[in-house]
């Protein structure tokens, strides 16, 4: 029993041992460079419900991902990724004086915006930024939508998207679900979206419905 | 002719003075007349003087009133700026202080979870129930991170505050956390991760995991092992692997004081403590005659029960420390398998190994835990003491239904039913519990649960609670 002990011991030690040295480890080269919007959908809803991003400030997310990171055994650069997330979603960010806002356009231009949008870069930011929530499809199936209620809405629905305008899509990516009386699990993307990234993911999100 | 001369001359002179004056009075007429004229004039230039004055005033009035009203305007708009800036500044500075200015990355959180609780058990009378666990966050910096779990239990006719984590880590790099104090241990997931009452999707824990120190004492037996927390040093970590999308492998490695070992034996209560004072003493070989009395105790030793008691060794006994540790794989990031052990020697020499598996599985609304626990440890007489179980837990969120219709619906998708089995399997007596049950989350950390037990060897229970993190 002794020697089994030691055995088992010093094979965890072996194991342990490399990760003691400054952030040698597998190497993450291989592996598909996760946003932290996945990164959150994938570590933050495996043991309990997804909380909202506006239910703690960005102080708070900063204690609670640290906590998580322990407990959760995540690596630190998924964690700073989450971390990152949880905080830009929080609009408007909690110390405006330390961030650069990006300046937002006249409700007049953005028909002139939408004009320019890049459909095929859209859906690179959608899928970076909102299929956690809203799937990959659209249809609200995302991984962290289970727990969310109301659900994210359904983007593939054309009678539904038909009704919006893009001013509202423009506000509601931007501000947030709060902003325009919707659920408050709806972050808002302004201080992280410019204009033209919000125009590119609406023109993405229309040709979902079509 | 002088007179006449004269005559003609004052004649002339009259006449003269006649025409000179007629003249002049004419003459004055016309002056007054153009002096009266010029008077008017006067006077209409005089009015139109003034009403241009006038106009040029209201002019000037005007003007000075637009230019004042931009002035003010601008001065508003500058106003409210520096404002909005003093007002930024100060918040800003309000919440260095109030996260201890002297530490200026410090922040404090308090976080937690309580319940309350009803519990209907057969052949038992009916309870209430509740328990409060408050969660003190302190971080330091990014790197260092403290935190206290204490929590207020009520239990018979007793309440206590008890200390259940108090742990500082230290994020050596980003796949190696050092850890100290006091800690849930990593064996398994339940302990760890899914115990507190607003994550465990069942009013009690599952069967395997029985009465102990963390507030979750509503559990029908004494389990395999409690929910396990202990005094000590922890390695752990976790790192991505190249194999798919979010597959990950998560490690822990502790050592720990360990359990105290109480033996319980069945002829106490005949013959005293003496009989199990005589089995220590044989073991620990403190009494001379241990030879020759050891066996014939041992023999007499044969009934006796240990009973391992984690978390509850705070000052170690002996010099035995008992060491563990728990890897996880994640071939994708909806699948978890670990393999956890847990070896020691504690008090009065008993040797005791735990081996336990875990595995998760997530899709969509569906969620998937199971766990098995296995544990070994000698007994006073000799031989070994096994005993073992799992349990299996599925539950189903019903978010994705619809029948449009907004109060239903949100009342439908904050249901979420759960089934969850169990055995334990020991010498004479094996324990089997199938537990139904149905949640609604009010919000994401507020479930009420409840929970009927099918169980076999032990009561039937009915199972309600109201839980809530914060």
Known sequence: MRKINTLIISSLIILIMPFALPNKGFSEEKQQELSGSELWSQNCGRCHNFRGIHEFDDAQWEVIVSHMRSVGNIPGKEARAILKFLQQGNNPPSEPILKVVPKKMEVSSIGEMMESADISKGKALYETYCTSCHGMSGKGDGPAAVSLRPKPKNLTDSAYMISLNDQYLYDVINKGGVAVGKSPFMPGWGTTLSDEDIADIISYIRSLSQ | ?470
Do not use: C
């Open chain 2, 1 to 470: 002719m002088n007179i006449l001369f004269k005559y003609f001359l004052f004649l002339f002179l009259g006449i003269f003075i006649l025409a000179f004056s007629s003249s002049l009075n004419a003459q004055q007429s016309n002056i007054e007349k153009r002096l009266n004229a010029l008077e008017e004039k006067n006077n209409e230039l005089e009015r139109k003087y003034e009403d241009l004055l006038q106009k040029y005033e209201s002019l000037k009035v005007e003007k000075g009133l637009i230019e004042a009203e931009k002035w003010i305007e601008e001065k508003e708009t500058k106003d409210k700026q520096q404002d909005e800036t003093i007002s930024s500044l100060s918040s800003y500075v309000d919440k260095r202080i109030e996260k201890f200015s002297i530490f200026p990355e410090a922040k404090i959180f308090l976080s937690g979870y309580g319940a309350v609780g009803f519990k209907n058990q057969n052949g038992e009378p009916s309870t209430f129930n509740a328990l409060f666990a408050p969660i003190f966050h302190y971080q330091h910096s990014d790197r260092l991170h403290f935190l206290i779990e204490g929590e207020f239990e009520l239990e018979d006719d007793e309440n206590s505050f008890s200390l259940e984590i108090g742990q500082a880590d230290l994020f050596i790099n980003d796949y190696l956390t050092l850890v100290g104090g006091k800690f849930l241990i990593p064996f398994n997931t339940f302990s760890e991760r899914t115990h507190p009452s607003w994550i465990n999707k069942m009013p009690d824990p599952p069967i395997i995991y029985g009465h102990g120190g963390h507030g979750e004492h509503d559990s029908p037996t004494a389990g395999i092992i409690p929910i396990l927390s202990d005094i000590g040093i922890q390695l752990r970590g976790g790192a991505p692997l190249p194999l798919a999308k979010g597959s990950k492998i998560n490690y822990s490695f502790y050592i720990i004081n360990g359990p105290r070992a109480v033996i319980e034996d069945e002829h106490a209560e005949d013959e005293g403590d003496e009989h199990v004072d005589q089995l220590i003493a044989a073991m620990n070989e403190e009494d001379e005659h241990a030879d020759e009395e050891g066996e014939e105790h041992a023999d007499e030793g044969e009934g006796a029960n240990v009973d391992l008691q984690f978390g509850s060794n705070f000052n170690d006994i002996n010099d035995n420390k008992t060491i563990g540790g728990r890897i996880g794989f994640l071939p994708v990031w909806n699948v978890e398998l670990g393999a956890s052990f847990m070896y020691g020697e504690a008090s009065n020499n008993i040797d005791f190994y735990l081996l336990g598996f875990d595995g998760q599985f997530q899709y969509r609304g569906l969620n998937v835990l199971a766990e098995y626990i296995r544990r070994e440890n000698d007994l006073p007489g000799g031989g070994d003491q096994n005993v073992d179980g799992y349990y299996a837990q599925a539950s189903y969120r019903l978010s994705g239904l619809s029948f449009d219709n907004g109060m239903a619906d949100k009342i439908i998708n904050g249901l979420e039913p759960v089934v969850r089995v169990g055995q334990i399997f020991q010498e004479g007596e094996d324990i089997s519990q199938v537990a139904i049950g149905l949640n609604f989350w009010y919000l994401p950390s507020v479930p009420f649960k409840i929970a009927y037990q099918f169980n076999d060897e032990i009561p039937d229970s009915f199972l309600f609670q109201w839980a809530f993190g914060f």
